[in-house]
């Protein structure tokens, strides 16, 4: 019976590379000189700090930008509150989110029950979906529907087998 797994990852490499990238820009450049602008890649998350809520928001820009050209994902960062911190300076946290939590989950299995396809089943295996059928066209036609389809986190489709 063909299946394929529905998964939300990151490459952890290119994500570190972008944050190494964003952190020589800040290092170089001239509107970030003597702001305390910082940024560190920590186990799944990014710690932003700098001096003022602007120049948070230009590091934030510039780390996207980096995000981006590495391929990365923007729906798999999540931002927190910006909060204060020692001496007038601010930080703000950016989680990592990998894995397709359960509420998810559950919103991705109904979305593809609510598609119609018979013979198709989708069920939860761990932070991944399994979803099976009869017929691989049923498959391609799930994994289309799950694209044109916005959840918030950010979809990819690996091990279809036949």
Not at 128 to 146: G, M, N
């Amino acid at each position: 019976m063909p299946t394929f797994d529905v998964v939300s990852e990151v490459d952890l490499q290119e994500l570190r590379n972008a944050v190494d990238q964003a952190h020589r820009e800040v290092a170089n450049r001239f509107d970030f000189k003597n702001t305390g602008t910082e940024l560190e890649l920590a186990e799944n998350e990014i710690r932003l700090h700098s001096s003022t809520e602007d120049r948070l928001k230009a590091l934030v820009q510039v780390l996207e930008e980096k995000l981006v050209k590495r391929e990365v994902p923007l729906k798999a960062i999540s931002y927190g509150n910006i909060e204060d911190a020692a001496k007038g300076t601010v930080r703000q946290t950016a989680t990592l989110n990998v894995g397709i939590d359960d509420p998810k989950s559950r919103e991705i299995n109904k979305f593809i029950k609510g598609l119609g396809l018979k013979g198709v089943s989708s069920q939860t295996q761990g932070d991944q979906l399994r979803v099976q059928s009869k017929k691989r066209d049923d498959l391609q036609q799930v994994i289309a529907a799950l694209k044109g389809e916005d959840f918030g986190i950010p979809l990819q489709f690996k091990n279809f087998r036949d």
